[in-house]
């Protein structure tokens, strides 16, 4: 079986390394020259934990190659994978044009059926526009090829995407027609003989159910942000309240940890597309509205406890930041709570210190010369008048206390992750300050 995945980005490297790994034959498309010669040397261009081992595998082995041309990929290929970024317009919307794009692409070659399946996140009604535009290049060439659209979207989280995809939670496949739906099967069944659960349902409903998986976990993101908050205002442990609502199998503990609010590259622009979408159709998400906010406000907390610490007087401070990604085990910065905070603290007048174990040539590609890039955890405290941990990287779990009260300045920690024991800090002669601690 052969599939084309155009698009390589974190999405369409993921997909298409994965399925070639099931044994499926897989070209994967991508506009940039560099990038493909560097996948066929077999070099990886995003951090993500196993996949360049896989890549290289497949590639060896023939069933994983890249290329520049279209044409090429879709030659022979029984399912086509649009995986094209879709970035949020200024109103919060999805950017249509580059998933469109590509399908007028395929319009203007397509020789014989095959199912063309978005697993880019896109907005409900994406699909038709996707059937609009083939059939319109279709028309202007004067054949009649049929095909179908689908609806695939992804679920993978960044660090873990290929355990993610290889052994998924669910798979959710929105298709309109029979044929389709065998042929999706027919690709999906290593996940059904592995007993994965493969859910199909009609596009609307697919295209609906990314964005609603997302809110929702948002939504529990900045529920207990919220308890947090409001821990340190009772004198409450927001741990223990975590503990004891999670128990509850109704509730249960996962996306129950506060810290400095939700980033990256689906959580924000997903968030603002699904109120986007409903406000197009005259209905108000208010919960999901108050989501928004509440993130907004949350991604402050740090910085909020940073100037209070100071008495509102930080020109001239030092302060080293543990984190710059906005999860572990990723080189990804967009909508990163830590790059946020150092926007602010130079802002304020504030000389930063930054460390992370793999987004540092991210972070600079942003902030230039603003800050002072470590070499390592300790560099990055040396002389500071405070430390705030802001991603939480296993490297920064088990810290050598004795060294950090030798090369810090003053012993402060702002924890916007909670992976510290506030007691113990205390007991080593550090100030501590969490998020919802006591």
């Given at each position: 079986m052969k599939i084309a995945v155009i698009g390589t980005g974190y999405v369409?490297?993921?997909t298409g390394t994965c399925f070639a790994e099931t044994g499926v034959n897989v070209v994967c498309v991508?506009?940039?020259?560099?990038?493909?010669?560097?996948?066929?040397s077999g070099k990886v261009p995003i951090y993500e934990p196993g996949l360049e081992p896989m890549m290289v595998n497949n590639i060896e082995k023939g069933?994983?190659?890249f290329t520049d041309s279209i044409r090429?990929?879709?030659?022979?290929?029984?399912v086509i994978f649009i995986a094209v970024g879709t970035p949020p317009d200024e109103d919060g919307s999805a950017d249509l044009k580059h998933v469109l794009g590509v399908a007028s692409e395929i319009g203007s070659l397509l020789?014989?059926?095959?199912?063309v399946a978005t697993k880019s996140t896109v907005p409900v009604g994406t699909a038709e526009k996707i059937r609009l535009t083939i059939n319109n290049r279709l028309a202007e060439r004067k054949q009649d090829v049929q095909f179908d659209v689908a609806s695939n979207p992804e679920f993978l989280k960044e660090g873990s995407a290929v355990e993610d995809f290889l052994k998924p939670q669910r798979i959710i496949v929105g298709i309109d027609s029979e044929k389709a739906g065998d042929l999706?099967?027919?690709l999906y069944m290593p996940f059904l003989l592995n007993n994965r659960t493969v859910i199909f349902m009609d596009i609307p409903s697919a295209e609906?159910?990314?964005?609603?998986?997302?809110?929702?976990?948002?939504?529990?993101?900045?529920?207990?942000?919220?308890?947090a908050n409001l821990c340190e205002l009772l004198g409450a442990d927001v741990n223990s309240v975590r503990k004891g609502i999670g128990s509850d199998p109704r509730i249960g503990n996962r996306f129950l940890y506060p810290g400095i609010g939700y980033g990256g590259s689906c959580f924000p622009k997903d968030v603002k597309a699904i109120l986007k979408t409903a406000s197009d159709m005259g209905y108000d998400l208010k919960v999901i509205a108050a989501v928004e906010k509440a993130n907004e406000h949350q991604k402050n907390v740090i910085f909020n406890k940073i100037s209070r610490h100071f008495k509102n007087d930080l020109k001239g401070k030092v302060i080293g930041v543990w984190g710059l990604s906005f999860k572990p085990k990723t080189d990804d910065i967009r909508e990163s709570s830590a790059v946020y905070l150092v926007k602010k603290l130079t802002g304020a007048g504030v000389k930063v210190r930054v460390y992370d174990p793999a987004a540092m040539e991210e972070t600079r590609k942003q902030?230039?010369?603003?800050?002072?890039?470590?070499?390592?955890?300790y560099d990055a405290i040396e002389e500071v008048d405070a430390l705030a941990l802001m991603t939480e990287w296993a490297e920064f779990h088990l810290p050598d206390l004795g060294r950090m009260a030798e090369l810090m300045r003053n012993k402060t920690i702002f924890d916007g992750r909670n992976i510290y024991d506030p007691e113990e800090m205390r007991r080593n002669g550090f100030v501590y300050y969490g998020i919802g601690r006591r």
């Open positions: 369409g490297l993921v991508d506009k940039d020259l560099d990038k493909i010669k560097m996948m066929q069933r994983l190659s090429e990929a879709v030659s022979g290929a029984e020789d014989h059926y095959v199912v999706m099967k027919k609906l159910t990314k964005y609603a998986a997302n809110a929702m976990l948002a939504t529990r993101i900045s529920f207990i942000n919220e308890i902030l230039g010369d603003s800050v002072y890039y470590a070499e390592n955890p």
